[in-house]
């Protein structure tokens, strides 16, 4: 079992920067696959970023995004840099059993609530 909290979300001009956090807590977290999704409204969930033994990203913010987790600390988080509009979304935490890498929002079992990302033009 995992418990995920998201913090860091805010309002950004384009070009600015933010971090997100997901703070976790379970045993296993090391052995967990971890990803960040987003969602704009009337939008599905979409794949943002993942790391299991290695990183995953999508094409839209690849260069742009790096996903991190520091398993001492029980913690992945986003660094998001030149952000655009169209990155405005609530962003999602979450966690799937196991080192294998999938963008399948229904392939992973925890969730965290989401921070909301705003980015202004």
């Known amino acids: 079992q995992v418990q995920l909290v998201e913090s860091g979300g805010g309002l950004v001009q384009a070009g600015g920067s933010l971090r997100l956090s997901c703070a976790a807590s379970?045993?296993?977290?090391?052995?967990?696959?971890m990803a960040w999704f987003r969602q704009a409204p009337g939008e599905e969930r979409e794949f943002v970023a993942g790391f299991s033994w290695s990183t995953y990203y999508a094409g839209s913010v690849k260069g742009r995004f790096t996903i991190s987790r520091d398993n001492a600390k029980n913690t992945v988080s986003l660094l998001m840099n030149s952000l655009k509009p169209e990155d405005t979304a609530l962003y999602y935490c979450?966690?799937?059993?196991?080192?294998?890498?999938?963008?399948?929002?229904?392939?992973?079992?925890?969730w965290g609530q989401g921070t909301q990302v705003t980015v202004s033009s």
């Open positions: 379970g045993r296993t977290f090391s052995t967990y696959t």
């Open positions: 979450a966690a799937r059993s196991g080192l294998s890498y999938t963008s399948r929002p229904y392939e992973y079992d925890y």
